[in-house]
């Protein structure tokens, strides 16, 4: 069986290249990826394109944002693009403004279904979601039983950068609280799938089958979080 456990961030994430597209999914400090995300930073890959729920905050934890503030990332494909605060400016909305990023707003309904078609070999779905607005502006329209729905395609990355609360050397997951909102299908929408752990990896068969929220078969690389937590 092929060893998924890796000693540390940076060799998980050494092979990410220029131009790659990752995801990340955000939801705060449960579950978000801090350790990875801050290895891409001493990375230095450039001309990247992230999508995660949002895009950074102004908090001095590592983010995407801080992918961003560095110059790394060419374009985010995020649900939420605007700081909490209207009066707050993050670096992502200072360097859009400055046309120094891309930026593609999706409804988070969308973005969920558009990694999950991604994982599934889904080629392309009808959702109501952003009809009549800007978003849809551009996009194949169809009316299906009375109702108008817009043609969204598949969101697929080349690396996905997740968190879980436990896993086993196989690469079965088990996450808590909010990592289970995006981290399970961009583990399975994306080529390779880096996963940082919490608690402790296992030999396979300790994690109760019933808490194993992604199987092994989408897990490629995994690495445990240091007592001290890091994320420089």
């Not at 955000?26 to 999508?51: M, P, S």
């Amino acid at each position: 069986m092929k060893n998924k456990v890796y000693p540390d961030f940076d060799s998980a994430v050494a092979d990410m290249k220029k131009g790659m597209t990752f995801m990340s999914p955000g939801f705060g400090n449960v579950g978000l990826a801090r350790n990875l995300l801050a290895a891409v930073h001493r990375l230095g890959v450039k001309e990247l394109t992230g999508i995660s729920n949002n895009a950074g905050s102004l908090d001095d934890r590592v983010d995407v944002g801080t992918l961003i503030e560095a110059g790394q990332i060419k374009k985010m494909i995020c649900a939420f693009t605007a700081p909490t605060h209207p009066s707050q400016i993050t670096p992502f909305v200072q360097m859009y403004n400055d046309d120094l990023l891309d930026a593609e707003l999706v409804p988070q309904g969308t973005l969920a279904e558009r990694m999950r078609a991604a994982a599934a070999g889904i080629g392309a779905f009808y959702t109501p979601a952003s009809v009549g607005t800007e978003l849809a502006e551009g996009k194949e329209h169809r009316e299906i039983n009375g109702r108008t729905y817009v043609l969204e395609y598949p969101l697929p990355a080349d690396f996905a950068l997740i968190r879980a609360y436990r896993a086993d050397t196989f690469g079965n997951l088990q996450f808590r609280l909010t990592q289970r909102n995006f981290n399970p299908i961009m583990a399975m929408a994306a080529d390779i799938t880096v996963v940082e752990v919490e608690d402790s990896i296992v030999e396979p068969g300790e994690i109760d089958p019933d808490c194993v929220h992604v199987p092994g078969v989408y897990v490629d690389r995994l690495v445990k979080i240091p007592e001290d937590g890091i994320w420089d």
